[in-house]
């Protein structure tokens, strides 16, 4: 069974780059403390997605029924699927978020994790917060971030369907 992330969480990122995992979704995707395993990714946003095991994996059948080989195909499998990497909570239910995932995210000592269905997704907390009180400087972030990474949304967007946000 996949898991259905809800509810928004406020947390800290501590200085070695970890942080804690909602017990409840920790739940959902593999149990309490040591061993809740899961996919984290960068998103099309300056986030980080995670998704449970079992929804990754269909994920990556949806792609092999679709992929075709072509130069947009190629560079979505280098992105979507070279960032993902399989992580697992601790005993006392933080994860290891790697440097990569952080930069790519701009994720620094506040967060915010969202549930969205069937996947989760952490943000920076305070462009989380500039999206709340300030939906136009939230959008041209938004703008600015796929320009500087080159279509990396509209290759995502091949996946999940859909227009890029923020455009």
């Not at 075709?68 to 992580?87: I, M, Q, Y």
């Not at 943000?123 to 990474?149: P, S």
Request: charged share 30%; net charge negative; hydrophobic share 35%.
């Amino acid at each position: 069974m996949n898991a259905r992330f809800m509810g928004q969480f406020e947390h800290t990122l501590d200085e070695k780059g970890r942080v804690i995992v909602p017990s409840k979704w920790r739940e959902q995707i593999g149990g309490e403390g040591h061993g809740a395993r899961f996919i984290a990714t960068g998103a099309p946003e300056p986030c980080v997605w995670i998704f449970s095991l079992g929804e990754w994996d269909r994920i990556h059948s949806q792609y092999a029924n679709q992929y075709r080989g072509d130069f947009a195909d190629r560079e979505l499998t280098r992105n979507f699927f070279g960032k993902a990497e399989e992580l697992a909570t601790d005993d006392n239910g933080r994860v290891l978020l790697t440097r990569r995932l952080r930069r790519w995210a701009g994720l620094e000592r506040e967060l915010v994790l969202v549930g969205c269905y069937v996947k989760a997704e952490i943000w920076n907390a305070d462009f989380w917060e500039e999206r709340e009180r300030n939906t136009e400087a939230y959008n041209k972030r938004i703008q600015d971030f796929h320009r500087q990474h080159e279509g990396y949304s509209e290759h995502v967007q091949r996946i999940f369907g859909g227009k890029a946000t923020g455009e």
